[in-house]
């Protein structure tokens, strides 16, 4: 099944994130870079599951709706950490963050190109950074710069 191909990856990667790291602001980011990557890998593969998807037989639908209940309740539970240990803005709305979080990346698979300008992991960082700013509290670093926060993949993209 195609898209349990690329869910399983990414939500294979999403919980290795999760059990990677303890500090929400490196989990994010590893959560994102590995979903972004996802479209590069599997760009193929998504492209005709968005066209495709109506004609998915009920069991399919199911398990496929649970790996991906599952990868949201990852994402959602990262930006609740965030905002919980006082890293992320106290005004964050959590599900309707990680849900925009989950949509813009799910739209990359309609533009990117591997021949354009930026390669997938590029684009991963671009992403982070973006998103980092949005949700991340200005004063939450505790005298921590913004770069020393960033994970080693994301510094090498951003040229930082």
């Known amino acids: 099944m195609i898209h349990d191909e690329f869910i399983t990856y990414a939500l294979e990667k999403a919980t290795i994130a999760n059990d990677t ?5 490196k989990k994010l980011q590893a959560i994102i870079k590995d979903f972004v990557k ?4 599997y760009k193929a593969h998504i492209s005709v599951f968005y066209q495709e998807n109506i004609y998915l037989k009920p069991e399919y639908e199911v398990s496929i709706k649970k790996k991906r209940d599952q990868f949201k309740q990852i994402m959602i539970n990262a930006v609740h ?11 964050l ?9 989950l949509g813009m990346v799910n739209w990359t698979y309609k533009w990117y190109k591997d021949s ?3 390669s997938i992991e590029e684009i991963g960082s671009i992403y982070v950074d973006l998103i980092l700013r949005a949700v991340m509290k ?5 005298g921590v710069t913004y770069r020393e926060q960033l994970i080693e993949s994301v510094k090498k993209d951003l040229g930082e």
């Not at 790291?21 to 602001?25: A, E, F, L, V």
């Not at 200005?138 to 505790?142: A, H, L």
């Open 116 to 118: 354009g300008a930026k």
């Open 93 to 101: 709305q959590v599900e309707i963050t990680a849900m925009g979080i």
């Open 21 to 25: 790291y303890s500090d929400p602001i």
């Open 138 to 142: 200005p004063d939450s670093n505790n």
């Open 38 to 41: 996802t479209f590069g890998i």
């Open 81 to 91: 950490e965030g905002k919980k240990t006082g890293v992320f803005r106290d005004d």
